[in-house]
């Protein structure tokens, strides 16, 4: 089983920034394809982008597009969230997962998703 770690999380100011990372220790990324989610508190989980294997696939949800970039970096098997322009209702525990891919597609439902991280929180306050 792929054991993903997430890190980069903190408290920011609104209008900050912060770059998440997920990394896997013992198995190379380079045939996953990766999503990051996120859950505030009292909220459902929500996917927030998408990576393909090869990293030339991505998707974003509508709330993060323009502000939040994921890439990949198979060398260093890490994918990264990096996320501008920061606003509080980006508060909350942000998951990467992963899902083992045989071509090159994008995934966008968590259900789909084998193997999840054990999130990293994520706080946009003044």
């Known amino acids: 089983q792929l054991q993903l770690v997430e890190s980069g999380g903190g408290l920011v100011q609104p209008g900050g920034s912060l770059r998440l990372s997920c990394t896997a220790s013992?198995?190379?990324?380079?045939?996953?394809?990766i999503g990051w989610f996120r859950q505030a508190p009292g909220k459902e989980r929500e996917g927030v982008s998408y990576?393909?294997?090869?990293?030339?696939?991505?998707n974003y949800a509508d709330s993060v597009k323009g502000r939040f970039t994921i890439s990949r970096d198979n060398a260093k098997n890490t994918v990264y969230l990096q996320m501008n322009t920061l606003k509080p209702e980006d508060t909350g525990v942000y998951f990467c997962?992963?899902?083992?891919?045989?071509?090159?597609?994008?995934?966008?439902?968590?259900?789909?998703?084998?193997?999840w991280g054990r999130g990293t929180q994520v706080t946009v306050s003044s």
């Open positions: 013992e198995f190379t990324l380079d045939w996953y394809a």
């Open positions: 997962a992963a899902k083992r891919t045989y071509g090159s597609k994008l995934y966008l439902y968590p259900e789909e998703y084998d193997d």
């Open positions: 990576i393909n294997n090869n990293g030339l696939s991505t």
